[in-house]
Nanobody, 121 residues
Framework: QVQLVESGGGLVQPGGSLRLSCVASGSIFSINAMGWYRQAPGKERELVAGISSVGTTKYADSVKGRFTISRDNAKNTVYLQMNSLKPEDTAVYYC???????????????WGQGTQVTVSS
Protein backbone atom coordinates (compact mmCIF):
# COMPACT_ATOMS: atom_id res chain seq x y z
CA GLN A 1 0.00 0.00 0.00
CA VAL A 2 1.38 3.37 -1.06
CA GLN A 3 0.46 6.56 0.73
CA LEU A 4 1.45 10.21 0.78
CA VAL A 5 1.43 12.14 4.03
CA GLU A 6 1.73 15.92 4.11
CA SER A 7 2.78 18.12 7.02
CA GLY A 8 3.72 21.72 7.69
CA GLY A 9 0.51 23.62 7.10
CA GLY A 10 -0.87 26.18 9.50
CA LEU A 11 -1.77 29.80 10.12
CA VAL A 12 0.70 32.49 9.09
CA GLN A 13 0.57 36.26 8.72
CA PRO A 14 0.87 37.92 5.32
CA GLY A 15 4.51 38.12 4.32
CA GLY A 16 5.38 35.07 6.37
CA SER A 17 6.77 31.69 5.37
CA LEU A 18 5.83 28.03 5.66
CA ARG A 19 7.48 24.83 4.53
CA LEU A 20 5.33 21.90 3.48
CA SER A 21 6.63 18.34 3.40
CA CYS A 22 5.19 15.22 1.79
CA VAL A 23 6.56 11.74 2.40
CA ALA A 24 5.72 8.78 0.19
CA SER A 25 5.75 5.41 1.93
CA GLY A 26 4.84 1.82 1.26
CA SER A 27 5.89 -0.72 -1.31
CA ILE A 28 7.41 1.69 -3.82
CA PHE A 29 9.40 0.63 -6.87
CA SER A 30 9.93 4.10 -8.31
CA ILE A 31 8.67 7.67 -8.09
CA ASN A 32 8.46 9.88 -11.15
CA ALA A 33 7.06 13.38 -11.02
CA MET A 34 5.94 14.94 -7.73
CA GLY A 35 4.01 18.10 -7.15
CA TRP A 36 1.84 20.34 -5.04
CA TYR A 37 -1.71 21.41 -5.83
CA ARG A 38 -4.06 23.63 -3.90
CA GLN A 39 -7.77 24.17 -3.66
CA ALA A 40 -9.40 27.24 -2.19
CA PRO A 41 -13.07 27.30 -1.14
CA GLY A 42 -15.31 27.52 -4.18
CA LYS A 43 -12.43 27.09 -6.62
CA GLU A 44 -11.01 24.23 -8.64
CA ARG A 45 -7.85 22.42 -7.63
CA GLU A 46 -4.84 23.99 -9.34
CA LEU A 47 -1.21 23.07 -9.85
CA VAL A 48 1.12 25.11 -7.66
CA ALA A 49 4.48 23.53 -8.48
CA GLY A 50 5.87 20.34 -9.94
CA ILE A 51 9.24 18.63 -10.04
CA SER A 52 10.44 15.78 -12.24
CA SER A 53 12.52 12.83 -11.11
CA VAL A 54 15.66 14.63 -12.30
CA GLY A 55 14.78 17.96 -10.70
CA THR A 56 13.15 19.94 -13.49
CA THR A 57 10.64 22.32 -11.93
CA LYS A 58 7.59 24.28 -13.02
CA TYR A 59 5.46 26.81 -11.17
CA ALA A 60 2.13 28.52 -11.43
CA ASP A 61 2.58 32.16 -12.45
CA SER A 62 0.98 33.27 -9.20
CA VAL A 63 3.74 31.73 -7.06
CA LYS A 64 6.85 32.23 -9.21
CA GLY A 65 9.60 33.91 -7.25
CA ARG A 66 7.91 33.18 -3.92
CA PHE A 67 7.60 29.37 -3.74
CA THR A 68 10.32 26.77 -4.24
CA ILE A 69 9.73 23.07 -4.79
CA SER A 70 12.44 20.51 -4.06
CA ARG A 71 12.73 16.79 -3.43
CA ASP A 72 14.92 14.31 -1.62
CA ASN A 73 14.79 11.08 -3.59
CA ALA A 74 16.58 9.13 -0.86
CA LYS A 75 13.76 10.02 1.52
CA ASN A 76 10.89 9.83 -1.00
CA THR A 77 10.01 13.36 0.07
CA VAL A 78 8.94 16.51 -1.72
CA TYR A 79 9.00 19.96 -0.15
CA LEU A 80 7.35 23.29 -0.86
CA GLN A 81 9.02 26.34 0.62
CA MET A 82 6.52 29.18 0.61
CA ASN A 83 7.76 32.73 1.21
CA SER A 84 6.08 36.14 1.04
CA LEU A 85 2.73 34.49 1.60
CA LYS A 86 -0.42 36.36 0.64
CA PRO A 87 -4.03 35.93 1.78
CA GLU A 88 -4.86 34.58 -1.68
CA ASP A 89 -2.50 31.66 -1.00
CA THR A 90 -5.00 30.38 1.55
CA ALA A 91 -6.11 26.90 0.51
CA VAL A 92 -5.82 23.21 1.22
CA TYR A 93 -2.54 22.05 -0.26
CA TYR A 94 -2.31 18.54 -1.69
CA CYS A 95 0.75 16.48 -2.51
CA UNK A 96 0.70 14.44 -5.72
CA UNK A 97 3.13 11.85 -7.01
CA UNK A 98 3.36 9.42 -9.92
CA UNK A 99 4.45 6.18 -8.28
CA UNK A 100 5.04 2.68 -9.53
CA UNK A 101 4.37 0.20 -6.72
CA UNK A 102 6.41 -3.00 -6.51
CA UNK A 103 3.25 -4.96 -7.29
CA UNK A 104 2.50 -3.11 -10.52
CA UNK A 105 3.96 -2.79 -14.01
CA UNK A 106 2.97 0.85 -14.43
CA UNK A 107 2.76 4.02 -12.38
CA UNK A 108 -0.30 5.55 -10.78
CA UNK A 109 -1.14 9.01 -9.49
CA UNK A 110 -1.36 9.20 -5.72
CA TRP A 111 -2.67 12.03 -3.56
CA GLY A 112 -2.13 13.06 0.02
CA GLN A 113 -4.94 13.95 2.38
CA GLY A 114 -4.24 17.68 2.20
CA THR A 115 -2.93 20.25 4.65
CA GLN A 116 -4.56 23.60 5.38
CA VAL A 117 -2.61 26.79 4.81
CA THR A 118 -4.23 29.97 6.06
CA VAL A 119 -2.66 33.39 5.48
CA SER A 120 -4.32 36.00 7.63
CA SER A 121 -3.51 38.80 10.01
Amino acid sequence: QVQLVESGGGLVQPGGSLRLSCVASGSIFSINAMGWYRQAPGKERELVAGISSVGTTKYADSVKGRFTISRDNAKNTVYLQMNSLKPEDTAVYYCNADIRPHSASKQYAYWGQGTQVTVSS
